[in-house]
Structures are given as structure tokens and as C-alpha cells.
């Protein structure tokens, strides 16, 4: 009688031919292989991305600003010139007003961007002139005076700090904001010629916030 021809599934791995094992392995682990590679180049290519182009967000926020949404251009030219992705851009605005108005730095929606400010969402700020007095005097901007080139420092606006008190001292003043209407190229609009450029005092991206205000300065 004639035997019966084995199967390669009954056949022991160690006794198979070479080419009867890379048929084994092929049939038999081809899809879990496959799936490996397939996990690594996507692991491979998240890392790649992060390492080599991500940069940090930018948070640019104008402040009682209306319909004039001429800085936008600004923000959306540095985001591209320096490889920031569009979803890592954030530019907003909020209606905080002043004193005058029923609003500023002491009323719920100015409170309401002071606590933003502290968590570290917002970055770069604009404001017209009496609304950002009224958050400076409380030193809520970083102090520009260290972060600008030279030929800046004599067009910083000083912000006199509110009396302290608990510890009974006056503050120092601070020079930590710019004028829009000093910097070339700056939109020509009412809101704009009245608009002053800060830096929260509490960025989450310092490095950003600097280098984009400079990027400004220098143009």
C-alpha cells in the first residue's frame, strides 16, 4: 500500500526542509510580522514628527479688539516661518473693557483672563492702552526690559506697580509693554494705534513668546 504523503503541519519544524520551513513560517506568521512592522513605522514616524518638527504652541490673544482681526496675519506668517503647525496656533480674542465701561481688570470677565493667564494658556496679548494699565499695575506682563533688543528699551511702556499692603513696600516699575503704533508695519486701525503688545507674566511658551515679540521688533 502506498503511505499517505505527510502534511507540513504533521510534518516536526526540525525535520523539515528549508524550504518547506520558510513555507511554514509564511503561513503561519506572515500576519502577526506584518502587524509588528506596520506598529513600528507608525511609532517610528510619531516619534520622527515630534522630535523633528513639532515646536511649541503660540497663544496670541487681543482683547476687546471687535472686528479688527488685522494681527492674525502676523501670528499665521511667524507660525509658518518657524514650522509651527496651524493647530498649534491659537489666536482669540476677549471682551474684558475698562473701569469706564463696567469692566477691567477687577470685573468677572477680566478676572476670567487673569485665571487663563495664571493656568498658562495665553501668551501674547494685545490690548488697547487703558485696559492693559489697568491689568499692568497689578503685574500681570513679564518684564520686557531683559528680553528686547537695546534699541528697544527707551520705547518700553513703564507700568507703575500697585502698593503692596501685606509686605508694605512699593513695587519697582516694570517696562512691559509695546506700543503697536512704535513697531513698522504694524496694522494702521484705530484699535491698533491705541494697542499695546504684552507678555503674559506666566506664558506657557516663554521661548515662543519672546522670540515671536522680537521677531516684530526686528522687522
Known amino acids: 500500500m502506498k503511505q499517505r504523503e505527510r502534511s507540513k503541519d504533521e510534518i516536526p519544524f526540525s525535520e523539515m526542509t528549508a524550504a518547506q520551513k520558510r513555507s511554514y513560517l509564511w503561513d503561519y506568521w506572515r500576519i502577526p510580522v506584518l502587524v509588528v512592522i506596520a506598529v513600528a513605522v507608525v511609532l517610528i514616524s510619531l516619534i520622527r514628527s515630534m522630535v523633528t518638527s513639532k515646536e511649541p504652541l503660540l497663544s496670541v490673544t487681543t482683547v476687546d479688539s471687535g472686528d479688527d482681526t488685522s494681527f492674525t496675519t502676523y501670528a499665521e506668517q511667524y507660525a509658518d516661518e518657524n514650522r509651527i503647525p496651524r493647530d498649534q496656533l491659537v489666536v482669540g480674542d476677549i471682551v474684558v473693557g475698562t473701569a469706564e465701561t463696567g469692566g477691567g481688570a477687577s470685573s468677572q470677565a477680566g478676572m476670567a483672563l487673569y485665571v487663563r493667564m495664571q493656568a498658562g494658556s495665553e ?89 515671536f515679540i522680537n521677531s516684530l521688533l526686528k522687522k
Open 123 to 211: 501668551d501674547i496679548l494685545i490690548l488697547p492702552e487703558a485696559v492693559f494699565t489697568e491689568f499692568a499695575t497689578g503685574g500681570y506682563f513679564l518684564d520686557l526690559a531683559d528680553v528686547v533688543p537695546e534699541e528697544w528699551q527707551d520705547k518700553l511702556v513703564i507700568a507703575e506697580q500697585r502698593y503692596d499692603e501685606f509686605d508694605d513696600v512699593q513695587p519697582e516699575p516694570i517696562a512691559c509693554g509695546i506700543h503697536l503704533r512704535d513697531i513698522p508695519g504694524m496694522p494702521d486701525t484705530p484699535y491698533y494705534q491705541d494697542a499695546v503688545i504684552a507678555i503674559s507674566y506666566n506664558p506657557d511658551h516663554y521661548d515662543t513668546s519672546v522670540a
